[in-house]
């Protein structure tokens, strides 16, 4: 059976273990998307559930679409993303969007990094979805951006021309870790030692990156600590005295996460705001305001002037990339 097409679109978000997806309407349908709160129930997939995205995306519509058939599909994705096409790296998936599309009757299928999805809500997150880290209030019209420690280290700018947006993802997660001190260098020395290259990504600012701060510290500092992976490090730090190591770590990986925003910072213009996201830090905002996140954020000698007027706000919203997909959905309508 043949069935119409309707205003609808489907948004979904797929990392390697778990998948995402909601429906909702089209622009004309449902009005301003702004505020984030007109997504329809997100039903959640297990990838290891369906051999295919095709076959998952299937059953999601055969029992979440009422009959109808929807226009259109923009899906985030956890991995890099060329030619509408991502290989998923933790999963048997392939999310190819020119394939998508003609087999199961949409006109257009968008495929985005995930992180490309997270700049493009920033404009549209409220202050109720944030947490400010410092700074002011930012220049209308200027680039976003926003980074991410999680499994990776995610970083992507919102940039805003002649009223288009274009949202830049990058690898800046490779990049080389820098040193701010003569500790830092020794433990960047130490990892270097067990990993070659150190970048962002495997040093610092990822729950790997923290295992390796972890012990990496510890050698530095000649201490004997247990095997601990990043929850545990981080629920060690924020017990108190319980490790002085694991605390040492965290407020280590907070003043890198401030160097490496400011460097961000600089090297985008993002002077209408830095904003973190990523699933590790939003579990402690507390220690990341009493850390040296904000100074080491604004440390960069005749810059500091430049770096004190951006604001730095950490995203605590769970469903930023639902908002982000709705916005690139309405700002990219074909």
């Known amino acids: 059976m043949n069935i119409g097409k309707t205003g609808q679109i489907l948004l979904a978000d797929i990392g390697g273990t778990n998948a995402r997806f909601a429906l909702i309407r089209s622009e004309l ?32 519509l055969a029992r979440r679409s009422g009959g109808e058939q929807p226009q259109r599909a923009v899906l985030a994705v956890a991995g890099p993303v060329t030619n509408n096409r991502c290989v998923m790296t933790n999963s048997p998936w392939v999310i190819d969007g020119n394939e998508l599309q003609p087999a199961l009757g949409f006109d257009s299928v968008h495929v985005l990094n995930d992180f490309e999805v997270v700049a493009w809500s920033l404009p549209a997150l409220r202050p109720a979805d944030l947490i400010p880290l410092g700074g002011q209030d930012g220049l209308p019209g200027e680039p976003l951006l926003v980074i991410g420690p999680g499994t990776g280290f995610g970083v992507s700018c919102l940039v805003e021309r002649h009223g288009a947006r274009l949202a830049v993802v990058t690898e800046a997660g490779h990049a080389t870790l820098p040193a ?17 290259h150190v970048s962002i990504e495997r040093g610092a600012l990822s729950g790997s990156g923290l295992q390796n701060l972890y012990e990496a510290l510890a050698e530095v500092d000649g201490a004997q600590v247990p095997h601990r992976d990043a929850a545990a490090i981080t629920k060690a730090a924020l017990e108190g005295g319980t490790c002085p190591v694991s605390r040492a770590t965290l407020e280590m990986f907070c003043a890198i996460l401030g160097s490496v925003a400011g460097n961000l910072a600089v090297t985008f213009g993002a002077r209408g705001g830095v904003y973190v996201a990523g699933g590790i830090v939003p579990r402690f ?50």
């Open 29 to 60: 349908d449902r009005g301003d998307l702004g505020n984030g709160d007109q997504t329809g129930p997100i039903d959640y997939v297990k990838v290891a559930d369906f051999p295919t995205v095709r076959e998952a995306i299937a059953d999601v």
């Open 180 to 196: 701010e001190n003569e500790r830092e260098e020794r433990v960047i020395a130490c990892l270097r030692r067990r990993l070659g």
């Open 285 to 334: 905002p507390e220690f990341l305001l009493a850390s040296a996140f904000r100074a080491r954020f604004e440390a960069k000698g005749r810059f500091q002037d430049y770096l004190r007027n951006i604001p730095t706000k950490l995203v605590t919203k769970p469903d930023a990339s639902f908002v982000g997909l709705k916005m690139f959905a309405d700002a990219n309508p074909n």
